[in-house]
Structure formats: C-alpha cells, structure tokens
C-alpha cells in the first residue's frame, strides 16, 4: 500500500523560498513516478512538475520553470519540490501524486486524472 505525505508548506513573502517534501511509505522511489500539482481556491488542480521513475527525467510547468526544482532522495524514499523566488500567485494547496511501475518519461506534465496514488496536500501561502 503506497502511502504519500506532503510536508513544508508554510506562509512566505514574495521573493522567499520553501521546499515542500512528498515521503512515500510502501514502495522504493525507483517504482515511483511522482507529480507535483497545486490547486488555488477556486481554480481547477495544476500539475507542476513531473519527476520519472526510471531515468530521473524532470519536467516543469511553464509558470515554475527556472523558480522550482524537484529532486529525490532515494535512501530516504522521498520527493523535494524546492521553491525559489515564490510569488502571490504561487499560493495554493501542494499535492504530491504517484504512479507505480509506470512507463511514464515525464516528457509532458500529466494531468491530474492520469495519477493514482495522493497526497494530503500541504498549504503554501505566499503574501507581503
């Protein structure tokens, strides 16, 4: 049973920087294709980067590329989105997702529906 916790959300101001972990409890990240998606009051949930399982490919939404990172630590069987240079409309609930044994490159960012496995989420508050 794979089970995905979301921690490091916070309140930040503009320009500031968070880094939001996923852990995953049942299975080894090398099984792992994980998603970051956020969701803003009122607006539909976002994928924002995508980290595949085999290959370690990375890939980006637009709107976060060059500001967010995502990165893994295999020995501790959990996913990092680092978050630089954070602006108001970065603020949101952080979801991370997973996909189990998928072929999945992570060379277009899924859509929501395409994962199967969720986190809790962890809010993220960007204000001045």
């Known amino acids: 049973q794979l089970q995905l916790v979301e921690s490091g959300g916070g309140l930040v101001q503009p320009g500031e920087s968070l880094r939001l972990s996923c852990a995953a409890s049942g299975f080894t990240l090398d099984k792992l294709t994980i998603g970051w998606f956020r969701q803003a009051p009122g607006k539909e949930r976002e994928g924002v980067s995508c980290?595949?399982?085999?290959?370690?490919?990375?890939n980006y939404a637009d709107s976060v590329k060059g500001r967010f990172t995502v990165s893994r630590d295999n020995a501790k069987t959990t996913v990092y989105l680092q978050m630089n240079s954070l602006k108001p409309e970065d603020t949101a609930v952080y979801y991370c997702?997973?996909?189990?044994?998928?072929?999945?490159?992570?060379?277009?960012?899924?859509?929501?529906?395409?994962?199967?496995?969720w986190g809790q989420g962890t809010q993220v508050t960007v204000s001045s």
């Open positions: 997702a997973a996909l189990i044994d998928s072929f999945a490159t992570c060379a277009r960012i899924y859509e929501a529906y395409e994962y199967d496995h």
């Open positions: 980290f595949a399982r085999s290959g370690g490919r990375t």
